[in-house]
C-alpha cells in the first residue's frame, strides 16, 4: 500500500508555523531560527494560505537588495503561487512535485484548510522507513 501525506503527518505531528503578511523579514528570520525550520506560511484573512516564505527567499532578498531589505515586510518577498498537497497525495507525487517545482516545502490543504506542511527532510525520513520495512519483510521471508 502506498505510503500518503496523511501517514506523515500521524507521525510527525499537523503545526505549522504561520505568521501576517505584514511581518518584517527580520521578525521571520528570528521565527525560522527560534523553530529550527526552513519555511513559514504566509496567511492571510480567515488563515487562508497567502504565500510562503523560506530561507531561500531570505537569501535571495539580502543578495539581491541589501540588508535593509529586512526592515520589509514578508509580503515582498515572498511566494504567493504555492503548490498544496492533501492529505491523501501519495510520497511519490509529492516528490515529484518537489522535484519539477524545486521547492523543499509543501503545505498540506484539507477542505479548504491548512492542515500541515512537509519537507523534503519528512520525505527521505519516510522513505527510510519504507525501505527498512522491506528489508524486514525479504529477511523474514528468507529466514522462512
Ligand atoms: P525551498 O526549497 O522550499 O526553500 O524553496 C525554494 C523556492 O520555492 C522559494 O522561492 C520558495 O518560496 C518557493 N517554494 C517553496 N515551497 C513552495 C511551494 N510549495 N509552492 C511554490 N513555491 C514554493
Do not use: W
Not at 505568521?19 to 528570520?29: G, H, I, K, N
Not at 513559514?40 to 497567502?50: K, L, Q
Amino acid at each position: 500500500m502506498a505510503i500518503i501525506v496523511k501517514n506523515m503527518l500521524d507521525a510527525k505531528g499537523r503545526d505549522v508555523v504561520t505568521v501576517s503578511p505584514d511581518r518584517t523579514l527580520l521578525d521571520v528570520a528570528g521565527i525560522l531560527n527560534d523553530k529550527k525550520i526552513g519555511a513559514v506560511v504566509i496567511t492571510g484573512m480567515e488563515g487562508r494560505i497567502a504565500g510562503i516564505f523560506t530561507e531561500r527567499d531570505l537569501v535571495r532578498a539580502i543578495a539581491g537588495k541589501g540588508p535593509a531589505v529586512l526592515d520589509q515586510p514578508v509580503k515582498s518577498a515572498m511566494t504567493t503561487a504555492v503548490q498544496r498537497c492533501k492529505e491523501e497525495t501519495t510520497v511519490d507525487e509529492l516528490m515529484g512535485m518537489m522535484s519539477s517545482g524545486r521547492f523543499r516545502h509543501v503545505p498540506v490543504e484539507q477542505d479548504g484548510k491548512l492542515s500541515g506542511i512537509v519537507s523534503i527532510g519528512d520525505v527521505v525520513k519516510s522513505r527510510i522507513r519504507e525501505i527498512e520495512f522491506e528489508a524486514e519483510q525479504i529477511k523474514a521471508y528468507i529466514a522462512g
